[in-house]
């Protein structure tokens, strides 16, 4: 990786260089060029050379980007920290790796059905106002929505059968959430620290349930009616 307290402006991606682990660049205002096969930068965005994943967005000045329809991969840390408040992201996006929009200042991102898993850290810290998740999703790993501190409300699809660890924790904005899975398998600290969540939302018949998952909140678990 590259040193924090090396304040370089420019870098250069050397021949040699045949895959990266994650976002190298994450954090760092600088120019990047690439003289390696294996990679592609367009508009100051690193992909690897087919252009299936993205590696690192590292334009500035822009507020919403459209990933390209060839996209299959949006890579760990690839958005963390960036200055975007909307991302679209289509249908041919197949997974969003760890800590993708991690401390960004994303507000508003739409999610293809093609998405199955929300990946640990993915929107921790980011500015998140509203977000719609596709039916597919089956999981949503530790801390994946994690100290989103604008976000106020989350429906969670019946398609979901895991909440991991704090995936939700210190979502301070938090007043509502409505479970429409019967299924899911709950951590108990999928909520935790939501100091102004006021309802959580349960199918009919499965409040017991609920309640023997979420012991510290229990008081405010409310069936559908």
């Known amino acids: 990786g590259i040193s924090n307290l090396n304040p370089l402006k420019k870098v250069t991606i050397p021949p040699s260089t045949e895959k990266m682990d994650g976002n190298p660049f994450y954090g760092y205002n600088i120019k990047v060029y690439n003289e390696s096969n294996h990679f592609k930068i367009i508009n100051d965005v690193i992909y690897t050379s087919n252009l299936k994943k993205i590696i690192s967005y590292l334009a500035t000045g822009n507020e919403r980007y459209k990933i390209a329809d060839i996209v299959k991969v949006i890579g760990k840390y690839a958005f963390a920290s960036s200055k975007l408040k909307e991302i679209i992201v289509p249908d041919s996006v197949e997974e969003i790796g760890e800590f993708a929009f991690n401390g960004s200042s994303l507000q508003s991102i739409s999610l293809p059905q093609t998405i199955n898993v929300i990946n640990e850290s993915t929107f921790q810290h980011c500015g998140l106002k509203n977000i719609v998740l596709p039916p597919s999703i089956t999981e949503l ?71 023997s998952m979420l012991p510290d909140v229990k008081h405010i678990i409310k069936e559908e009616r």
């Open 141 to 211: 790993k530790s801390r994946s929505f994690c100290d989103c501190f604008d976000l106020e409300s989350i429906t969670i699809p019946s398609s979901v059968i895991l909440i991991g660890e704090s995936a939700f924790g210190a979502c301070r904005s938090l007043e509502k959430v409505t479970i429409q899975s019967s299924n899911v398998k709950l951590a108990k600290s999928a909520f935790r620290y939501c100091d102004k969540l006021r309802e959580i939302v349960v199918p009919k018949g499965y409040k017991e349930r609920f309640m």
